[in-house]
């Protein structure tokens, strides 16, 4: 099994370009999530999802969208790069339940010029 | 809100000592769950364990070792004897029952770096 994997592992973009992460679990997970972090932050989650066909907003949705038309895929959006979403995105899945683990992608570092 | 608190952002130590990272935490939630994630430096996020909020019961498994005080409301993690291979970034993380989708709550993280 590959885990969770995200494409593409590095991108440089300029300020106003638009780009989709791609993430993809093979362990049949329900719940997909996007971080992002920066230095001395942790991970800040982007947006959620809990299931196919639905999202909802985390902490920092904001210059971001979403999409969960597969249950194995979560895609993450920017529509318009701005400098301060220079950060490294990670996306992570698991199974239902408080007490359940989160596994993680390798991530994608973003730079927006 | 939640909030976790890593107060140390770095620590550095020579091969063998004992590490022990802190984990303070705040929450309005009776019950929860606590984790502590490794992030070696290839970037990937690992689980190493959890503790929920009705055990307080502290356990050893390997070199790792974790105290969880609910009274002070900390969750402190040990490496025992460290290695070269256990430098990396700690993270503490807390689950809360209200939270919907599992979400986590992260520390901030510490850097340890394990001299050889």
């Known amino acids: 099994n590959a885990g969770v994997t995200q494409t593409p592992k590095f991108r440089v973009l300029k300020t106003g370009q638009s780009m989709t992460l791609l993430c993809a679990q093979d362990?049949?997970?329900?719940?997909m999530y996007w971080y992002r972090q920066d230095p001395g932050m942790g991970l800040r989650l982007i947006h959620y999802s809990v299931g196919e066909g639905t999202t909802a907003k985390g902490e920092v949705p904001d210059g971001y969208n979403v999409s969960r038309l597969k249950k194995q895929n979560f895609l993450l959006g920017l529509e318009s790069a701005a400098p301060s979403q220079t950060s490294v995105y990670f996306c992570a899945s698991s199974r239902p339940g408080m007490d359940k683990e989160q596994y993680f992608g390798p991530g994608t570092r973003l730079t927006v010029t | 809100a939640q909030k976790v608190t890593q107060a140390q952002t770095e620590i550095s130590v020579v091969e063998k000592e004992d590490v022990t990272l802190d984990c303070v935490y705040e929450?309005?939630?009776?019950?929860?769950?606590l984790f502590w994630y490794k992030q070696p430096p290839s970037g990937e996020l690992v689980f190493l364990i959890r503790r929920n909020s009705f055990d307080e019961q502290n356990e050893i498994s390997g070199r790792y070792s974790w105290n969880f005080q609910k009274s002070t409301s900390s969750f402190n993690f040990t490496i025992t004897a460290s290695q070269v291979v256990d430098s990396a970034v700690y993270f503490c993380?807390?689950?809360?029952?209200?939270?919907?989708?599992?979400?986590?709550?992260f520390g901030g993280g510490t850097r340890v770096l394990v001299k050889p």
């Open positions: 929450t309005r939630d009776t019950t929860y769950y």
């Open positions: 993380a807390l689950s809360e029952i209200k939270a919907a989708g599992n979400k986590l709550t």
């Open positions: 362990m049949n997970h329900e719940y």
